[in-house]
């Protein structure tokens, strides 16, 4: 945990129909100082959206060689690399050599961080998916945030709805490839 981090819990009611993932969760989240409620909100939107048997925050922002999520298997081998926010081409190159499944939550422009990526190496591009939410979501959502969060996250058809405390809020989950 990060020196100074302020430490967030969610309680999650996860309901992902796309996926036929359903489950509770408690989260403690470790708010390093420099990051934003909108990045925090990201990363927890990722938790959730990723939900596997053997996932786990990473030191994140503290830890600059791992990725903000992992997924290991019960060998605790690395299955999943899911980076928050805009990580260079490097970095998804090496998650990619690392992992079998790879992807990135943005609170950013997706498309102008695809393009920071071109005519760079990044092992298995075509396969690593970009996710960003509707403009303006993560941060109405964000303001909606307190030290202990109530939040229930519905996915279906590539569609999230959203509540958080007693407020609702909903996005389309868009998604392009990495190369």
């Known amino acids: 945990m990060a020196a100074g981090a302020t430490i967030h819990t969610f309680t999650v009611t996860l309901a992902d129909v796309d996926r036929g993932v359903y489950d509770d969760l408690s989260l403690r989240v470790a708010r390093h100082p420099s990051e934003t409620d909108v990045y925090m909100l990201t990363r927890v939107l990722a938790y959730g959206l990723e ?67 071109q005519g760079k190496r990044i092992h298995r591009g075509a396969e690593i998916l970009v996710h960003s939410f509707d403009r303006g979501f993560l941060e109405a959502a964000s303001a909606q945030i307190e030290r202990r969060t109530t939040m229930s996250l519905s996915v279906t058809e590539r569609h999230v709805y959203l509540e958080l405390n007693g407020q609702t809020f909903s996005s389309d989950i868009h998604s392009i490839a990495a190369a």
């Open 51 to 117: 939900f596997a048997e053997g996932i786990a925050f990473t030191e994140g922002i503290s830890a600059g060689d791992e990725p903000a999520i992992v997924i290991r298997d019960a060998t605790g081998s690395l299955t999943g690399w899911i980076e928050v926010g805009a990580p260079d081409a490097a970095r998804l190159h090496e998650g990619s050599m690392k992992a079998g499944h790879v992807a990135v939550y943005t609170h950013r422009d997706p498309a102008k961080l695809v393009a920071s990526w």
